[in-house]
């Protein structure tokens, strides 16, 4: 017989009771996950409240994703308007870079095109469109018969869109205006541009329309001064009525007489001349880019000038003085600029060493990232140390004179690098002077090179490199000259073999040059010509000294033998000129927009010239619109007539270097 324990019926527990009211009530696996007694444990201390979404068991996400249709242009509205403005700066890099068949005019038009292709497009376009105008070549005629204009149909057009729409006016930044046509007043042509640029309040710079200033009152130069926002401008000054009268200035007899290599300078400019040009400055206070170029019998005096605009220009960062006669800058001068970035000294008889020497002791100074000494004479070597040494942050360094630095007898070197900047990454070192052999300087410089003076050199530029030994500190190449070397070359052969009879021959008529072109003098009335030496000269003797190196005794000997050890044959192999080690790139290519017979740098002629525009320079071919659409042999008259602009020339912009 069972205990009376045995007997009372047992009470069941609550996870039985749970599972079994849940099977009889709910009998679907959803239905049990939504009782509340599925998500209660044995455990003691778990709560017995209802069940909370954060602490429970979760449906896992489905293995395959379903995702929803996209709408059309869906993703293209997602797109931020910074992207957009990226893509449409590619395309205008590939309409302007280097070797394109395009042109200025074809890319606005593709970029009007975007912008009329979609609402969200057209804010980002019309930026991409008016930031940077540029209006290149002659106008249509078409254009100027449409509507009665004689010149600047395009101008005109322009100023109408910018004074009718301000929000337009406000996006423009800088304008390059179409040079001035034949037969056209420059001072009426001047008065035009001016009052596009007045209706800019947001102007920057004025590209490619230089123009130059003689003392007297210019709309152009007026309209420029009441920009705030300029931060780019370039002076090219002519002698004034009043310098023409009075050749001599009043402080050339003394001053030419401790400087009897230069000639005399120019007369001083009236005191209310030197006023009104420091007043055009007062108002730029973000200017960022200013140079000065005198023309020959140009000046800008007092000599405290210069320190008083420089003085007004708070946002200055490049400096670059150009012809300037020593009664307009000297050694003072020099000592009182201000902290820049990018500083160019070309031609200053009044600059010497003893004042590079004191400029860049000043702590002021060592901000100087890129300096260009052009026929500065740089006259000890001791200076140039100086120079390269007391500029930490200096990453270019330019030197073109025509005589090389001396070591001073009292000098003697006793350890090397003689010559050291750390921070330098690209040099361009040329002795116009045209030694047959390498100069003390140069020997001293690739000494220095090779000591690891210049440990972030990457880049160096000799043109006058005789022995070729810069070329042997850098590292090796495969070839060096160009196929415009080579032809030049063929052509120099030729001409010097005896010409044939001459036929009788139809004469051409020789077009006029064109009248809206920049006078520039080469031949220099202040102070002796002088040059930069001539890259494709450079690059064929360094191509000959590559061949010739070929030829010598290679670096590694391989002999074959047989089987009992006899030499059967012997190779040379890598026969180079060169360092492999080095870091460094021989270069004798120019810079974007320069030239060989300037030496690969940008010049002030650079700057003012063509730059493209001009098609009447021999060779020069023009941009039709038509390079897109030879797409077979058949080509649709239509499509020919829509893409078809007045031909203009292929202009590329040029900054100083």
């Given amino acids: ?45 778990w709560n017995s409240s209802p069940r909370r979404p954060e602490h429970g068991w979760q449906r896992p996400a489905p293995i395959k994703q379903y995702r929803r249709r996209r709408v059309t242009g869906e993703l293209f509205a997602a797109l931020p308007e910074e992207v957009l403005g990226l893509i449409l700066d590619e395309l205008k890099q590939l309409h302007l870079q280097p070797g394109s068949t395009s042109c200025v005019t074809c890319m606005m038009r593709d970029l009007c095109c975007v912008a009329l292709s979609a609402r969200k497009l057209l804010k980002v376009g019309r930026v991409a469109l008016y930031e940077d105008i540029h209006l290149i070549g002659a106008d249509s005629h078409t254009q100027k018969k449409r509507y009665k204009l004689n010149f600047g149909s395009r101008l005109v057009l322009l100023r109408r869109t910018l004074r009718s729409n301000p929000e337009i006016a406000a996006l423009v930044h800088s304008l390059k205006a179409p040079a001035v046509p034949q037969g056209v007043a420059v001072d009426l042509y001047q008065n035009l541009v001016a009052s596009v640029i007045m209706a800019c309040p947001n102007f920057e710079r004025l590209v490619g329309f230089h123009q130059s200033y003689d003392y007297s009152f210019n709309r152009l130069f007026h309209a420029l001064s009441t920009r705030r926002n300029l931060k780019e401008m370039h002076w090219t000054l002519e002698a004034s009525r009043f310098q023409s009268n009075r050749r001599m200035s009043n402080a050339a007899g003394p001053l030419n007489s401790k400087k009897p290599n230069y000639q005399e300078a120019p007369g001083d400019l009236l005191p209310q001349q030197s006023d009104e040009f420091l007043e055009l400055h007062t108002d730029w206070e973000h200017l960022e880019t200013l140079s000065i170029h005198c023309l020959p019998g140009a000046t800008i ?171 042997a500190l850098c590292q090796p190449v495969e070839t060096i000259e160009t196929a415009n070397d080579k032809f030049r070359g063929l052509i120099s052969r030729c001409t010097s073999r005896p010409s044939p009879p001459a036929t009788p021959t139809t004469p051409k008529s020789l077009g006029k040059a064109p009248s809206w072109g920049l006078s520039f003098p080469m031949n220099d009335q202040l102070f002796p010509s002088k040059a930069s030496s001539n890259l494709a000269q450079s690059r064929l003797a360094a191509q000959g000294r590559l061949e010739a190196a070929r030829k010598g005794p290679g670096r590694f000997t391989i002999k074959v033998t047989d089987d009992d050890g006899t030499v059967l044959k012997d190779y040379d192999i890598a026969s180079f000129i060169g360092c492999v080690e080095s870091k460094i790139q021989y270069c004798v290519t120019p810079d974007a927009g320069a030239t060989d017979e300037n030496g690969g740098l940008i010049d002030i002629t650079d700057v003012l010239g063509d730059n493209g525009e001009n098609l009447r320079v021999d060779g020069r071919e023009g941009c039709t619109g038509r390079w897109n659409t030879y797409s077979g042999n058949v080509v649709d008259k239509k499509d020919r007539e829509r893409w078809w602009h007045t031909e203009r020339g292929r202009w590329r912009p040029v900054a100083l270097s």
């Fill in 1 to 45: 017989m069972r205990p009376a324990t045995y007997n009372s019926s047992r009470r069941p527990s609550s996870s039985a009771s749970s599972i079994a009211s849940s099977t009889k009530t709910n009998d679907t696996f959803d239905g049990i996950l939504a009782s509340p007694a599925s998500s209660r444990t044995s455990f003691d201390s």
């Fill in 301 to 471: 005096t007092p000599i405290s000038l210069i320190p008083d605009i420089v003085s007004r220009l708070p946002a200055l960062t490049s400096l670059h003085l150009s012809h300037l006669p020593f009664t307009a800058f000297n050694d003072a001068n020099l000592l009182s600029l201000p902290s820049l970035q990018t500083l160019t000294l070309s031609h200053l008889p009044g600059v010497t060493s003893e004042g590079l020497s004191s400029f860049v002791r000043r702590p002021s100074s060592w901000s100087i990232r890129k300096l260009t000494l052009q026929h500065v004479d740089v006259g000890t070597l001791p200076v140039l140390s100086q120079i390269l040494s007391n500029l930490p942050k200096m990453e270019t360094f330019t030197l073109v004179q025509s005589s090389a630095p001396v070591m001073p007898s009292s000098e003697m070197i006793w350890l090397f690098p003689y010559l050291a900047a750390p921070s330098l990454r690209k040099l361009h070192w040329d002795i116009t002077s045209n030694q047959p052999g390498a100069n003390t300087a140069d020997e001293i410089l690739a000494k220095s090179i090779e000591a690891n003076g210049f440990p972030s050199l990457r880049i160096l530029r000799a043109p006058s490199d005789a022995e070729g030994i810069f070329q």
